[in-house]
């Protein structure tokens, strides 16, 4: 069974600070894999995609790791801004249509 | 463009009521997906069309009806719901190719409440 798991599954952390979420899956095939912030009540909105043979990407202060042998991902936030809260999804395709989500992880920021 | 438009945001609705759900794209888009999320929860694919002809229907209950007009409309009808179905219904749109990473473009939803 395709599944993605994501930890932590809520964290908090101050203005300012980094902080790094996880993704470790077991689809199969792989086709990409995408970070995705959803605000509450709002639709996922795309962060970051990543193929097999890319390792690493980056969208502002939101970096995405990809390794493909391990089969994990993780997502770093650089000097994280209050408009970070939201939810970090992170979403496996093995086709054309299907994706595989994960739980999310709530990320709060606090001044 | 790079933008998918949900009509209404919000809708509540009797469990007798028939209404809609309407979706729309202008990025070309040759797939569009409706997706149901419950809170807390990542989505769950219900439909996907591709080239205005449904391709996957994922077991869902026939008190939901989809339906693509043209390329850039996607419509989801619905009638004699249960209070169950209440959830945020998500559209999304991708192109389609052979480059393998088909990139969904989410809408924001309409929150539906069945009452």
């Known amino acids: 069974k395709n599944q993605v798991e994501q930890s932590p599954q809520s964290l908090i952390i101050l203005e300012g600070k980094n902080c790094t979420l996880q993704?470790?899956?077991?689809?199969?095939?792989?086709?990409?894999l995408r970070w995705y912030k959803q605000d509450t009540g709002r639709g996922p909105v795309s962060l970051t995609i990543?193929?097999?043979?890319?390792n690493t990407k980056s969208n502002g202060r939101y970096t995405a790791t990809l390794d493909a042998d391990t089969k994990q991902s993780s997502l770093h936030i650089t000097a994280s801004q209050l408009s970070d809260s939201a939810s970090y999804i992170c979403?496996?395709?093995?086709?054309?249509?299907?994706?595989?989500f994960g739980a999310g992880t709530t990320v709060t920021v606090r001044a | 463009d790079t933008e998918v438009t949900q009509t209404p945001k919000h809708l509540v609705m009797g469990m007798t009521n028939k209404k809609s759900l309407k979706c729309e794209q202008h990025?070309?888009?040759?797939?569009m997906y409706w997706y149901k999320q419950k809170a807390k929860k990542p989505p769950e694919l219900m439909f996907v069309?591709?080239?205005?002809?449904?391709?996957i229907n994922e077991s869902v209950p026939s008190r939901f009806s989809p339906e693509c007009p043209n390329s850039s409309l996607l419509n989801l009808h619905l009638h004699a719901l249960q209070p169950e179905d209440s959830a945020l219904y998500l559209c999304?749109?991708?192109?389609?190719?052979?480059?393998?990473?088909?990139?969904?473009?989410f809408g924001p939803g309409t929150r539906l409440t069945v009452t």
């Open positions: 999304a749109s991708s192109p389609l190719g052979t480059s393998g990473s088909y990139e969904q473009y």
């Open positions: 993704c470790n899956y077991t689809v199969s095939p792989f086709s990409n």
């Open positions: 990543m193929t097999f043979s890319e």
């Open positions: 979403v496996v395709s093995a086709d054309d249509y299907k994706l595989s």
């Open positions: 990025m070309g888009h040759r797939a």
């Open positions: 069309y591709s080239y205005e002809k449904l391709s």
